[in-house]
């Protein structure tokens, strides 16, 4: 397993957040205090499965965000037209759900 992450700027470091995770993506929404201007890149393959994750993530004013994904190409057009960010959420759902449903614990 192994993250990589590259950021520049400047963030207080202190808040909460809420995080949704599939097989192929990882989605971060949250707030911080104080201002905060903050760009990270991600590499990383925290599922250890040799699919690499890329992503980005972003601290503006109280909002933070972060994003990965070991299908950049495929979610990019997704990601840059406002109403594929929604599909894509619902993928993730989705796959959660599949997910959920068939571990058989």
Aim: charged residues 20%; negative net charge; glycine residues 12%.
């Amino acid at each position: 397993m192994t993250n990589n992450q590259i950021q520049a700027g400047y963030g207080a470091g202190i808040g909460a957040a809420v995080a949704a995770q599939t097989r192929q993506r990882y989605l971060r929404l949250g707030l911080s205090a104080g201002p905060s201007a903050l760009i990270r890149l991600h590499n990383s393959d925290i599922d250890a499965d040799a699919d690499r994750e890329y992503g980005f993530g972003v601290d503006l004013g109280p909002i933070t965000l972060d994003y990965k994904t070991e299908t950049p190409v495929w979610d990019l057009p997704w990601i840059l037209s406002g109403f594929g960010a929604a599909l894509l959420v619902g993928e993730m759902l989705t796959d959660d759900l599949t997910d959920a449903l068939s571990d058989p614990r």
